[in-house]
């Protein structure tokens, strides 16, 4: 797919971003002199994480559809491979996990190629709640079965079904001329990630108050509002690439940033129950796949489901 | 880059382990034994050992099931170069220590699992006293406690459909016998270390 002209300027814009950002840190490292300390090494593998996302992102994005599907439906993957490897389960399992992860996670992401959006809404809230349990019980294993059932399920729901309506948003038929889907998909996620990256500067430069203690101590008030308003604004000010005006993106914008904090914390929750910092270490400063998604998982479903309503 | 690289490479990467940071491994040859849950745990902790250690590991497994069949026999002795041992009708004439030995003078590191056998659960069992004659037979040869977590989810015994779940591999310090130690707790000890290993997570 050749990119139209707005949408070459949302890519040029976040690589400015992310230039500006990687001579932030290269100025903060100079100034930190030979022993920068554990703050800007994280910044630093972060900015870099962010160029390779950034990249990988664009280019499945280039390739008009279905290499977006693609992509999300390996994060998917990884994402649910974190959730279900802290999640404990019992041999009884193995199979209904074997079925998640190598039938429904490539069904359900086919099934968004295909821009089928009936199936889309049902395979996994009907079909895979139906039959995942039902395969559990029939290895025979009783015990916590509810349990077990409850965290396959909803780490299918939450890794697949939650972040498959990114993806999905190419499949809405918006008005307008091509490539207005694509924009769409760029506006959701560069506003739930530079949400997340706002509120960790704004907290960093000013956090006083804690926000949610028990369940992120990093999180501040401070924060949380600061990253908020900004990231609201950068969504208003790109109100040019999507089917907005300037009020509707920004409450679109507003949206997506809550549901993005609201996802971080319930994901927070899952993993200070479980003991653990972070999902995993594959994303160099970030830590997994799922603590990078944790956010986008929570806005897209709703983000979705509005533009659907109200723009279609 | 080399062939056995590259699976390895790919082996990790399947399996979410991370490689073994060199600076904590003794050089040499070594005897590294770890908790058994999976048909994958030798092959994951082959991947997990950087290049020149993974150049001299060879795994120590049953005569009586990597013998049944072709491709068993040519994995064991091909692909692996495992050093097969008898596990049921032991003699004076087939004492599974002498390969073991042969090997190690050889100057090969071993990969063993005292537990003699696949955990179905999971649960460390009791250790069989093999790792104690080992280590008794050379005693200057270090013995490096690993503890494979998850592997009994991701490849369970009984079954041949993996999971995609993230695998550990965690390495403790090395452990040796001690003057006089007796077998019962020297066994008891190594059994210790591999669970302590498992709280040993490398950054």
């Not at chain 1, 907005?244 to 940033?257: E, G, H, R």
């Amino acid at each position: 797919m050749i990119p139209d002209q707005k949408t070459l300027w949302l890519l040029g814009g976040i690589a400015g971003l992310l230039l500006i950002a990687s001579l932030v840190t290269f100025i903060l490292k100079r100034r930190a002199g030979g022993a920068p300390g554990p703050v800007i090494l994280n910044l630093d593998a972060r900015v870099k994480a962010w160029w390779v996302m950034v990249l990988v992102f664009s280019l499945a994005l280039l390739t008009g559809g279905t290499g977006s599907v693609i992509l999300f439906a390996l994060i998917s993957f990884l994402a649910l491979r974190e959730f279900v490897t802290l999640t404990p389960t019992r041999p009884g399992d193995h199979r209904t996990l074997f079925w998640a992860f190598f039938v429904l996670v490539p069904l359900h992401y086919f099934i968004v190629w295909l821009q089928w959006y009936g199936l889309f809404a049902i395979l996994i809230p009907v079909y895979a709640y139906v039959l995942l349990p039902i395969r559990s019980a029939a290895a025979g294993d009783c015990e916590r079965f509810l349990e077990r059932s409850a965290k396959t399920q909803w780490g299918l729901m939450v890794c697949v079904y939650f972040l498959s309506h990114a993806p999905a948003l190419l499949m809405l038929p918006l008005p307008g001329p091509e490539g207005a889907n694509a924009r769409l998909l760029i506006f959701l996620v560069l506003v739930v990630q530079l949400s997340d990256v706002l509120q960790y500067v704004w907290g960093k430069l000013l956090g006083r108050r804690k926000i949610a203690p028990t369940l992120s101590p990093n999180k501040t008030l401070e924060g949380f509002v600061g990253g908020a308003a900004s990231a609201t604004a950068v969504g208003a000010a790109l109100w040019w690439a999507t089917p907005f005006n300037p009020w509707q993106a920004a409450v679109l914008a507003l949206i997506i940033t809550l549901m993005g904090f609201f996802g971080g914390l319930v994901m927070s929750a899952i993993k200070r129950d479980r003991g653990v910092k972070d999902f995993g270490s594959m994303i160099e400063g970030h830590g997994g796949m799922l603590d990078r998604m944790d956010s986008l998982c929570f806005a897209a479903p709703v983000f979705f489901h509005l533009v659907r309503y109200f723009f279609t | 880059m080399s062939a056995a690289d590259l699976l390895a490479g790919c082996l990790r990467a399947v399996c979410g382990a991370r490689l073994l940071p060199a600076a904590a491994l003794p050089p040499g040859p070594a005897i590294w034994f770890a908790n058994h849950s999976s048909h994958l745990d030798f092959a994951i902790i082959w991947a997990a050992l950087p290049g020149p250690w993974r150049a001299k590991v060879r795994p120590v497994a049953g005569r009586d099931y990597w013998e049944a069949g072709p491709l068993r026999r040519w994995l064991a002795r091909r692909v692996f170069h495992a050093v097969l041992i008898e596990r049921q009708r032991v003699t004076v004439a087939n004492n599974p220590l002498e390969p073991m030995l042969a090997a190690l003078d050889a100057g090969d590191a071993l990969i063993v699992f005292p537990e003699g056998t696949r955990s179905r659960d999971g649960t460390l069992q009791p250790f069989k006293a093999g790792l104690y004659h080992l280590a008794r037979a050379r005693p200057t040869i270090p013995l490096v406690p690993v503890y494979l977590d998850n592997l009994n989810r991701i490849l369970p015994k009984g079954d041949f459909l993996p999971v995609p779940l993230l695998a550990g591999v965690h390495a403790g310090p090395p452990i040796r016998l001690g003057e006089g130690e007796s077998r019962e707790l020297f066994l008891g000890r190594a059994r210790q270390a591999v669970l302590e290993a498992a709280q040993n997570h490398f950054p």
